[in-house]
């Protein structure tokens, strides 16, 4: 059996950060058993689905480098082969047609909730004889569910579960108008895509035992399920916007890398020993749906910050370089030139120890890109006394003829300079850092001026100096 999986989002809005790990597990899933992961857009609900968040679910999945196999399967493209499969059923004596109007259905319901029963339809079409149709009225198709007995699901993450048959209605397929429901859908869908394990959240646990029963009347084999427990905050209430229930792309433009974000998500949930960063490839190694925990994960922005972190120190400098450089556009509020690029990229070795964001990254990385003269932030300001201003420019002539340009040698030169001055080192690298940088935090000082390169460094130098 070759494994198929599927994440089938409704475009309804943004792909959630619940929605992104549902993704991943199914891709993994898939390519550790070396199947399919298929994407399907579940976007029969014309009044809510748009192509906007058709287009932020695709660029989501992109970003995150979740790619699916084949092309992808827009579920309202299929509705003619939905309706066919109900009428099949219809034929078959698996279904019949309702002729109950909302008028009936709804006094059906307020009867059930005054006497405290529970609100499902009552079946009154299930045996009558359309004959018996009152004029005018459109029908549903309703599945013919067993009445008796239970439905049982096997979960690869829940176990066994299951319910009494009593306590199931017999759900609509079709509407009146013609148009399928989002349950019967998805049924079809997944038999005639061939999935052999359906990975969601197990805010869908309660819909897998219908759909069990509409697989048996089609006469399919119910897939595999495994249905996750959702994200929670670190409050362990139900995620929001206050957690971090944002959209992927909120996550990208607060400087998040793909390669963190997957390695975050695989950990909401799923383990493998002790281990917490786990590279692409491992995850692919080890996932399986055994590593899934039934309690609820927490999300953590500190965490996700920290593991960041690590991936920036691993990701490569002109890779850094490129994905800030908007960021440091933005931040200046003017365009960088390539001479600005390349500082950015050369100084990247000692910027990207510092920073848990591409967003912290950019903002410590500004400082190489700025034209002179650079106006100095207010603490660098109050280092640039005028003695110290003096001072850089007794200094400039000694750097001025150096042979080298590097650390070392510019290193051993303030060293020279501070012991001829008979002052500290910290009194020479300080009005440095304020006048190179702008700043009174940066990489280390030599390091600055070695990236800035000579002539850079003696002009911003000059600038400052009197």
């Given at each position: 059996m070759t494994v198929t999986v599927r994440f089938a989002p409704s475009p309804t809005g943004f792909l959630h950060i619940g929605g992104a790990r549902t993704a991943l597990f199914n891709w993994l899933f898939a390519r550790h058993h070396g199947g399919k992961y298929l994407l399907r857009i579940e976007d029969t609900d014309r009044q809510r689905s748009t192509k906007d968040a058709i287009d932020a679910i695709l660029d989501g999945l992109k970003w995150l480098e979740l790619d699916h196999d084949g092309d992808v399967v827009f579920q309202f493209a299929r509705i003619a082969r939905h309706a066919e499969v109900a009428e099949r059923l219809l034929a078959e004596g698996r279904a019949y047609r309702c002729y109950a109007t909302p008028q009936e259905l709804e006094a059906m319901r307020a009867e059930q909730k005054a006497k405290g029963l529970p609100m499902r339809y009552d079946g009154r079409w299930r045996d009558r004889d359309p004959k018996d149709a009152p004029p005018g009225v459109k029908p549903v198709i309703r599945l013919k569910a067993p009445q008796a007995g239970?439905?049982?699901?096997?979960?690869?993450v829940q176990g066994e579960v299951k319910v009494a048959n009593a306590q199931l209605d017999d759900m609509v397929l079709l509407r009146g108008d013609g148009t399928p429901t989002y349950m019967?859908?998805?049924?079809?869908?997944?038999?005639?895509?061939?999935?052999?394990?359906?990975?969601?959240?197990?805010?869908?646990?309660?819909?897998?035992?219908?759909?069990?029963?509409?697989?048996?009347?089609?006469?399919?084999?119910?897939?595999?399920?495994?249905?996750?427990?959702?994200?929670?905050?670190?409050?362990?209430?139900?995620?929001?916007?206050?957690?971090?229930?944002?959209?992927?792309?909120?996550?990208?433009?607060?400087?998040?890398?793909?390669?963190?974000?997957?390695?975050?998500?695989?950990?909401?949930?799923?383990?493998?020993?002790?281990d917490e960063i786990i590279s692409t490839e491992q995850a692919i190694q080890?996932?399986?749906?055994?590593?899934?925990?039934?309690?609820?994960?927490?999300?953590?922005?500190?965490?996700?910050?920290?593991?960041?972190?690590?991936?920036?120190?691993?990701?490569?400098?002109?890779?850094?370089?490129?994905?800030?450089?908007?960021?440091?556009?933005?931040?200046?509020?003017?365009?960088?030139?390539?001479h600005a690029i390349a500082r950015i990229q050369r100084g990247m070795a000692g910027l990207k120890q510092r920073a848990r964001t591409l967003v912290e990254l950019a903002d410590n990385a500004a400082f190489y890109a700025r034209s002179r003269p650079i106006a100095p932030d207010e603490k660098a300001a109050r280092l640039l006394t005028p003695e110290a201003r003096a001072m850089l420019g007794r200094l400039a002539p000694e750097f001025a003829a150096l042979a080298g340009w590097?650390?070392?040698?510019?290193?051993?030169?303030?060293?020279?300079?501070?012991?001829?001055?008979?002052?500290?080192?910290?009194?020479?690298?300080?009005?440095?850092?304020?006048?190179?940088?702008?700043?009174?935090?940066?990489?280390?000082?030599?390091?600055?001026?070695?990236?800035?390169?000579?002539?850079?460094?003696?002009?911003?130098?000059?600038?400052?100096?009197?």
């Open positions: 239970e439905t049982v699901v096997n979960d690869r019967h859908s998805v049924v079809v869908d997944d038999i005639d895509m061939g999935i052999t394990h359906v990975i969601r959240g197990d805010d869908h646990l309660t819909n897998a035992f219908r759909q069990v029963q509409l697989y048996r009347a089609i006469g399919a084999t119910p897939p595999e399920f495994a249905h996750i427990p959702l994200i929670h905050g670190p409050d362990g209430a139900k995620l929001s916007k206050r957690h971090g229930a944002l959209g992927v792309d909120a996550y990208r433009d607060m400087g998040y890398l793909p390669e963190a974000m997957r390695n975050y998500l695989l950990r909401l949930g799923w383990g493998h020993g002790d080890w996932f399986d749906l055994d590593g899934v925990g039934r309690a609820p994960s927490r999300f953590d922005f500190g965490k996700l910050d920290n593991l960041n972190g690590h991936y920036l120190r691993e990701a490569q400098d002109a890779r850094l370089a490129a994905l800030i450089a908007p960021k440091v556009v933005a931040k200046l509020g003017r365009a960088v030139d390539a590097d650390e070392e040698t510019i290193e051993a030169a303030v060293r020279s300079f501070a012991e001829a001055e008979k002052i500290g080192l910290g009194k020479v690298a300080q009005p440095l850092r304020a006048a190179l940088a702008g700043a009174t935090t940066s990489p280390g000082i030599f390091e600055v001026m070695a990236v800035l390169g000579r002539e850079e460094s003696l002009g911003r130098i000059a600038d400052q100096a009197s």
